[in-house]
């Protein structure tokens, strides 16, 4: 069964990061080029909760995230859009008019165009190592131990 990995993001991310904008030592994440403040953080949701669903389903195959701190990375993140112009306003309606749903049926369509299969854990994994192995948004969020 695979894992919803939007839901795995949103618990309490939102709210810690919002509360303070000061970048951590974290993974860095750059706003597509171009993107509206929606479009930049349905990216960005899409990508974290990637990562987590595949480092909570393949921690057996080593794969793990390469943060401690989710909150701290988005924070880091919203630095980086209100840097790049972005204001609060923008950001905080961004995170609350997104459509998790289609942004869960985005990230699984991502990994199914990559070989991972419903209900096969062996080819999410490998999908998850692959990234990693490629570099990819999702890939730099994780590591191979």
Sequence with gaps: MMINPVRIFFAGALAAALA????TPVPVMAPPPGATAKTAV????RVVS???????????YGITLAFDDRD?????????????GFTQAEIETAFNTINRDRISADAVRY???????KGDRES???????????GTAVGRLLSLS
């Design 72 to 84: 701290a990375m988005t924070q880091a993140y919203i630095a980086q859009l209100i840097d790049a």
């Design 111 to 117: 990994m199914d165009e990559r070989g991972a299969k």
């Design 20 to 23: 303070s904008c000061t970048a």
């Design 42 to 45: 349905e990216s960005y949701i």
């Design 124 to 134: 999410f994994c490998a999908v998850g190592a692959s990234e990693i192995e490629k």
């Design 50 to 60: 990637t990562a987590q669903a595949i480092a909570e389903s393949c921690s057996a």
